[in-house]
Structures are given as structure tokens and as C-alpha cells.
């Protein structure tokens, strides 16, 4: 008989803050925590469960190792049942979850205990010359998230850091954490600068496209799309590489912002799949710069074009396909129906080499049914052939059904 799994209760602590009420509380009490009562929701006995599986990535105490076993019996699950830990990083929990259903399937088990704990505060660990490894339990105010992690630990005089070695030593420095804490956070931005001349080094107000396509911002090479934002005194404010059509619209308009992304993000004639640049600052100045602008190197500080009315949105790819497909040399006809479709035209592109070549443009507008037909040929076989459209943030493309049909007349060349 074919077994279903069924989830009878789910629970989780709080997500605490830094030094907040969690801080001293180790991973396998709050393993125990969550299980004693989600089994209490389930109407479930300890001694009725048949497997345990939790995550844990963070090991802050020997006792973390086996931490299913500790949890679950500190719980009240019996010493009967089997207990696993294990380590997916960001997707242990998940897994957890995957392995205890997985259980439950092949009948090892009719009732399975599934989760995962950590406490990033409660270790922090230190290997390096002359110093053994070391368990510390981290304080309010002793965390400092910036490359000056990376320098102080590399040079041990640098204390005034407040992180790496120094929390080694009995009187731990101040650090960028309790900065912002004090007078108000007056003197958090020097922290802030030093953290990021340490990520971007100088200058940052140039901006190219190097050979491997990569966007250029001082030491750091980032692949487009990305959305840089300058505040009025040409200091870097963020840099997105996310959801970057979403942050261009949103962003604080009294800053300068430079959006680099294919030519084809920004317009509606563009069917060459080179790179574009679109800078637009607080005096409603705009300026579109090209592939061999780019390539040579702009800066962001230049004056801009003067333009009237709100900023422009951009789009952003957005992929119809999975994964690559081999195809072969030939002429196709790209079939789509979309239940779900922009109101106005948009570009479709079949690309390939890691999404890097752009082998097909077209633009186009869907039907009253939703259908959308693009043809396109191939002069050579292709590894990866991928499907993608562009459209801005707020708009949505649902697609029902996907053909690539072979047409009978072949490529010229």
C-alpha cells in the first residue's frame, strides 16, 4: 500500500537579535524546545516517535555534533528512536525534512521528528599561528561586518578593530557594532568607510566592462545585472545584485544611480544583446552609454542630459526555460502560450554559453489567447539553447504550455 506523509504541527522559536534574549541559549536546547512542542501540538508521545532528523551547520559546543540525539531526548523522545544530524548549510533544515518524509516512505518509520537549530553567537573560532582553537562566547557589541574581519585577523596589532584576535585578548576593543551604538552612532561611518575602501579600494567613480563582461567597481569585478548608488558626495551607498529592476524604481531619488545590464533592459529597439549603462541622477539628468563606452571606461560624475518627466523603468531577464538544451543547427519556430502576459510588448531572446550569446531577438506581443510565436534560426549546434523574456518588476509571464518546433527550411550560409 502506497504511504503519504502528513505534517501534524510546526514550530519555531523567535528569530533573535544580536545579544538579545537567545544569545546564551546553545543550539540543542533550542532543539529541544521546538520538539517538546511540536509534539505536544501533534498530540504525540515521545516514546511514539520512530525517527529524529535536525540540521546544524554551526557546531558551538561538543554536544552540537550529535544534536538530534541531545534535543530529541532532552525532549522526551525515547532512546529507541534514531536520531541524525545533519549539514546542508542554508538548506539543512530543509533537508531535515526530505530525510524524515524519505523515512516515512520507506516505512522506517510512522512518525518522524524534523527541524534544525543554530546559535551563530555562541562560537566563534580562531586558528592561526601560535594560537590554539579556541571557544568564545561572543558578547553584545564584538561583531564587525566588514573586511576589517579579514585584516585583523591577519595582523593581530590591529585591536582597535574589536574582532579576529582581539577577542582572544581579556580586554576586548570596541568594535563598528558598538559604534553604532554609541552617542547615537556618530562614530559608525568611519567604520562604514574603512569597510568599504577595504571591499572597493579607489576609484569608484569609474565604471567599465572588462573582457570577461564583468562590471568593474574599484577592486571588484561583479557580472550584470547590477544597480550601483551614489550619494551626493560620490560615495558608493549600495551595490545591488538582486532584484535590481525592483531597487532601480525604488531607490531614494535624491541619489545618482548606475544600472548596468544588456542594451536590451533599457530599450525597446535594441536587438544587438551588448551591454548598456543608464545613469540618472537627482537633477533629473539621464544618459544611455553604450558597449564601447563602457568597454574604455565612464565616469559616473560626468554631467548627464537634461530629461523631463519621471525615471524610466527598466527591465530585467526573466527565464522561460529550466535549463539548456542541445539543439541542433536549423530553423525553428519558438511556440508559447502565456495565460498570464504584460499589457504591452516585450522582448523575447533565445540565448546560449551560459546565457553570455544571444542568439535570437524578437519583440513581441502575445495574442487575445495568449500565444507567442518566434522564429529563428541556428547556423551551428548549440549545448545550452535557453529562452528567457525582459520585463520590468512589475510585470508577470506565466506560461502554460513551451514548443520548439524544427521548420523544414534550413539556415542559409
Known amino acids: 500500500m502506497a504511504r503519504s506523509v502528513i505534517i501534524a504541527a510546526a514550530v519555531r522559536t523567535a528569530v533573535g537579535d544580536f545579544g538579545g534574549a537567545l544569545a546564551g541559549v546553545p543550539p540543542c536546547d533550542l532543539g529541544a524546545t521546538v520538539i517538546r512542542a511540536a509534539l505536544a501540538r501533534a498530540?504525540?508521545?515521545?516514546?511514539?516517535?520512530?525517527?529524529?532528523?535536525?540540521?546544524?551547520?554551526?557546531?558551538?559546543?561538543?554536544?552540537?555534533m550529535y544534536l538530534s540525539r541531545v534535543a530529541a531526548l532532552r525532549a522526551g523522545v525515547a532512546q529507541t528512536a534514531p536520531a541524525l544530524t545533519l549539514n546542508r548549510l542554508c538548506g539543512s533544515g530543509l533537508q531535515a525534512v526530505v530525510t524524515a518524509a524519505e523515512q516515512i516512505l520507506l516505512g522506517h518509520a510512522d512518525i518522524a521528528v524534523a527541524g534544525g537549530a543554530e546559535s551563530i553567537e555562541n562560537l566563534l573560532l580562531f586558528l592561526g599561528d601560535d594560537i590554539a582553537p579556541q571557544q568564545l562566547s561572543a558578547a553584545a557589541g564584538t561583531t564587525l561586518d566588514s573586511g576589517a574581519t579579514l585584516l585583523s585577523l591577519l595582523d593581530p596589532n590591529l585591536k582597535t578593530m574589536g574582532f579576529g584576535r582581539s577577542l582572544i585578548d581579556t580586554q576586548r576593543a570596541p568594535s563598528a557594532s558598538v559604534a553604532t551604538q554609541r552617542d547615537g552612532g556618530r562614530d559608525y561611518p568611519q567604520y562604514?568607510?574603512?569597510?568599504?575602501?577595504?571591499?572597493?579600494?579607489?576609484?569608484?567613480?569609474?565604471?567599465?566592462?572588462?573582457?570577461?563582461?564583468?562590471?568593474?567597481?574599484?577592486?571588484?569585478h561583479v557580472q550584470p545585472p547590477v544597480l550601483l548608488e551614489y550619494d551626493k558626495d560620490w560615495g558608493l551607498k549600495s551595490v545591488y545584485l538582486e532584484n535590481t529592476s525592483r531597487q532601480f524604481d525604488d531607490a531614494n531619488?535624491?541619489?545618482?544611480l548606475a544600472y548596468?545590464?544588456?542594451?536590451?533592459?533599457?530599450?525597446?529597439?535594441?536587438?544587438?544583446?551588448?551591454?548598456?549603462?543608464?545613469?540618472?541622477?537627482?537633477?533629473?539628468?539621464?544618459?544611455?552609454?553604450?558597449?564601447n563606452d563602457l568597454r574604455g571606461g565612464i565616469a559616473v560624475d560626468a554631467p548627464l542630459d537634461a530629461f523631463q518627466g519621471p525615471r524610466p523603468s527598466v527591465r530585467q531577464a526573466h527565464m522561460i526555460t529550466q535549463k539548456g538544451r542541445r539543439t541542433r543547427a536549423?530553423?525553428?519556430?519558438?511556440?508559447?502560450?502565456?495565460?498570464?502576459?504584460?499589457?504591452?510588448?516585450?522582448?523575447?531572446?533565445?540565448?546560449?554559453?551560459?546565457?553570455?550569446?544571444?542568439?535570437?531577438?524578437?519583440?513581441?506581443?502575445?495574442?487575445?489567447?495568449g500565444k507567442i510565436n518566434v522564429s529563428f534560426g541556428l547556423d551551428h549546434e548549440v549545448d545550452d539553447l535557453e529562452i528567457r523574456a525582459w520585463l520590468n518588476h512589475a510585470e508577470k509571464l506565466a506560461v502554460d504550455t513551451f514548443a520548439l518546433v524544427p521548420s523544414r527550411s534550413r539556415p542559409r550560409g
Open 43 to 64: 498530540g504525540v508521545a515521545g516514546g511514539e516517535v520512530g525517527q529524529v532528523v535536525m540540521g546544524n551547520v554551526i557546531h558551538t559546543a561538543p554536544e552540537d
Open 192 to 220: 562604514l568607510a574603512f569597510a568599504r575602501s577595504l571591499w572597493l579600494g579607489e576609484p569608484t567613480r569609474e565604471l567599465k566592462i572588462d573582457g570577461d563582461d564583468q562590471v568593474v567597481v574599484g577592486l571588484q
Open 253 to 256: 531619488p535624491d541619489n545618482t
Open 260 to 291: 548596468v545590464d544588456r542594451c536590451t533592459a533599457f530599450e525597446d529597439g535594441s536587438a544587438d544583446g551588448d551591454w548598456c549603462a543608464l545613469l540618472v541622477n537627482r537633477d533629473n539628468g539621464i544618459k544611455l552609454y553604450r558597449d
Open 330 to 369: 536549423g530553423q525553428y519556430m519558438l511556440q508559447l502560450v502565456a495565460s498570464t502576459r504584460p499589457d504591452r510588448g516585450f522582448w523575447i531572446e533565445a540565448v546560449s554559453s551560459q546565457r553570455k550569446v544571444v542568439l535570437a531577438q524578437q519583440w513581441v506581443q502575445p495574442d487575445a489567447n
